[in-house]
């Protein structure tokens, strides 16, 4: 099992960025792919960009296609989403995961707590 904190969430205006971090804690974090989503009131959660454990393959949603950027730090033990031209429909809770196998929804087993990211236009 890998434990997983998000932070780096907050209030943005249209167009500016955040970058989010994900720490985790756990000894299989260095071998797990890791995964960022998010959910919207009333909506399902997305997947938005994941990551293999070696960093070699990113996967991104097409609503964060070329806005947005995930990365990995193994001796740091922490994931990122860098977040650019950031949009008002980007506003939801942002959760990062961890998955020992693949990279679909259904892979992703540990999770984190949530972050509120909320982009005012």
């Known amino acids: 099992q890998v434990q997983l904190v998000e932070s780096g969430g907050g209030l943005v205006q249209a167009g500016g960025s955040l970058r989010l971090s994900c720490a985790a804690s756990g000894r299989t974090f260095r071998t797990d792919a890791m995964g960022w989503f998010r959910q919207a009131p009333g909506t399902e959660r997305e997947l938005l960009a994941a990551i293999t454990w070696s960093g070699t393959y990113t996967y991104y949603g097409d609503s964060v296609k070329g806005r947005f950027t995930v990365s990995r730090n193994n001796a740091k033990n922490t994931v990122y989403l860098q977040m650019n031209s950031l949009k008002p429909e980007d506003t939801a809770v942002y959760y990062c995961?961890?998955?020992?196998?693949?990279?679909?929804?259904?892979?992703?087993?540990?999770w984190g707590q949530g972050t509120q990211v909320t982009v005012s236009s």
């Open positions: 995961a961890a998955s020992p196998g693949g990279l679909r929804m259904g892979d992703f087993t540990s």
